[in-house]
């Protein structure tokens, strides 16, 4: 499964920007979908995950502003960030977890390339 993102850019302290990711193959049946983010010198975090029904958990930096959803017919996983701040400014990951049947169940985690978001002050 290919994840192709996309929607990043620059952006002023207070603005929005919406990322996409699209899937290769069909996320309807995904484990968990969502979004990460790594800047320069820290480690990569959770900003977003959708679970199956729909579940959705959010890292504390980003709740409230941000908003994870799901497009299954578009194979396509969406962030909305509205109210952005400078401490955003990293690169963004889509993510997807789908199950593997060979032999029994396994869950393989997708990565897609990262999206540069960068916030001005």
């Known amino acids: 499964v290919q994840l192709q993102a996309s929607g990043g850019g620059l952006v002023q302290s207070g603005g929005s920007l919406r990322l996409s990711c699209a899937a290769s193959?069909?996320?309807?049946?995904?484990?968990?979908v969502g979004w990460y983010r790594q800047a320069p010198g820290r480690q990569r975090e959770l900003v977003a995950s959708?679970?199956?029904?729909?579940?959705?958990n959010y890292g504390d930096s980003v709740k409230g502003r941000f908003t994870v959803s799901r497009d299954n017919a578009k194979n396509t996983v969406y962030l909305q960030m509205t109210s952005l701040k400078p401490e955003d400014t990293a690169a963004y990951y889509c993510?997807?977890?789908?199950?593997?049947?060979?032999?029994?169940?396994?869950?393989?985690?997708?990565w897609g390339q990262g999206t540069q978001v960068t916030v001005s002050s």
């Open positions: 993510h997807v977890i789908l199950a593997s049947y060979s032999g029994g169940i396994t869950y393989v985690n997708y």
């Open positions: 193959e069909s996320i309807e049946g995904a484990r968990a």
């Open positions: 959708m679970t199956t029904g729909d579940s959705t």
